[in-house]
């Protein structure tokens, strides 16, 4: 890959289908067949034998069924994924030092001072991790390289299944130009949604559309996504901590509730509680997790690790609607959760400059509150979809979790 002075080289390293594979490696029975790993309610991981019927993480295990009927649904193992996933990122090291583990089946690669071990080509050392992975666990891995994070993200998805992309600065225009919006990491059905209806289908489009109507209409992730339409993030790959904190709330849910909308106000309420007690800390986060507990116990989780540190309830809440547009189900929620992890000490060298308004607004309204009592203040949003007013203790609030 040809460089300039300040363009780094990227690789994420993201494993296929990574929890039906594990299955399928572990249970040959279960190899070339169509599967999915969840319960009677949702499937949280299929195959790619499964995904050639239409079958989808998120969907129901009805709809699943009635586009498969051949589908194999196997219960998950999640402490079998995580362990696999730990001897996989063991190997991480003999490539590079810049290591950032990105979920449990993927992690960039900083692989700008070593590439050259592999005679100054990435794809030589994007195949001999790919070997090696393939040999110890059986497991296939697609391999994204590129100039940025956002980039090499891209460049993993296009590069599924069982494969390695490039996308090199000089041809990255052209390739956004007409690429559907969606395919950016961080732009989800919801937001999709909401930029094809203001005319936006492609990243060419984004990138031509008036910033100030961006920023008006999505805030400072308006800015965000200007950029990202023209390829541009100044994201690092950066070790997370062992002992990164999250900080989260959750709400069990007496009797359920099956309408989304009411969901929804209530991870609003929870976002705006998390957003407060980080704010009190004097930290900020990258890292949105969602955890959705069904009437039958099934338990849904999905997390969004953003390129910038976020600390208002608000910020936190896009991204927690975001994540549970992949929460399908048929049966009654019983339980909200939300949390932000991936939390540094506040500072205004790591904040995005755009946002010190928002943020000084956040921190006034906090000061009447912990004078005034709870909710004396509230946002209008939360104003706007009536929700009783509800004492904090209605809440759970959870000790800050080690991760």
Avoid at 112 to 141: H, Q
Avoid at 300 to 320: A, D, H, N, P
Avoid at 345 to 363: F, G, H, T, V, Y
Wanted: proline share 3%; aromatic share 8%.
């Amino acid at each position: 890959m040809k460089e300039t002075k300040r363009d780094r080289i990227i690789m994420l390293v993201d494993m296929d289908a990574f929890f039906a594979s594990c299955e399928q490696q572990e249970k040959p029975f279960l190899r070339g067949k169509p599967i999915a790993v969840g319960g009677k309610n949702i499937v949280a991981a299929c195959s790619y034998e499964a995904k050639a019927y239409g079958v989808k993480s998120g969907m129901s295990t009805y709809e699943a069924l009635e586009k498969c009927p051949s589908l194999i649904v196997v219960p998950g193992d999640m402490e079998k994924y995580a362990s696999t996933s730990r001897e996989i990122m063991k190997m991480l090291p003999d490539y590079t030092s810049e290591i950032e583990v990105f979920s449990v089946d993927e992690a960039f690669l900083d692989i700008t001072e070593t590439v050259k071990f592999w005679k100054n080509d990435p794809f030589n050392l994007a195949k001999d991790l790919r070997k090696r992975i393939k040999g110890r666990f059986g497991l296939n891995a697609s391999v994204g390289i590129s100039y940025n994070k956002l980039m090499a993200k891209l460049a993993s998805s296009l590069a599924k299944p069982n494969g390695i992309k490039m996308i090199r600065r000089n041809n990255a225009k052209n390739l956004l130009e007409n690429l559907p919006v969606e395919k950016l990491s961080g732009i989800g059905r919801k937001l999709k949604k909401e930029l094809n209806a203001l005319g936006i289908v492609t990243c060419g489009e984004l990138a031509r559309f008036p910033v100030t109507i961006l920023k008006k209409l999505f805030g400072q992730y308006g800015l965000l996504l200007h950029y990202m339409a023209m390829g541009e993030d100044n994201g690092v790959v950066e070790e997370v901590v062992p002992k990164n904190r999250a900080v989260g709330h959750s709400k069990t849910i007496p009797g359920g509730i099956e309408d989304r909308n009411t969901a929804l106000i209530y991870l609003f309420r929870l976002s705006e509680m998390v957003g407060r007690r980080v704010r009190k800390a004097g930290m900020i986060g990258k890292t949105v997790s969602i955890t959705v507990r069904y009437e039958d116990f099934f338990t849904f989780t999905k997390q969004m690790t953003l390129s910038y540190y976020i600390e208002s309830g608000e910020e936190i809440y896009r991204v927690v609607k975001e994540l549970f547009m992949e929460a399908g189900g048929e049966h009654k929620i019983r339980l909200l959760g939300v949390s932000l992890s991936g939390l540094v000490k506040a500072s205004r060298q790591i904040r995005i400059k755009e946002n010190e308004k928002a943020i000084r607004l956040d921190r006034a309204v906090d000061a009447i509150n912990d004078r005034y009592g709870e909710d004396t203040v509230k946002r209008a949003s939360f104003e706007l979809i009536r929700v009783p007013v509800r004492s904090i203790s209605n809440f759970e609030k959870h000790p800050d979790l080690e991760l």
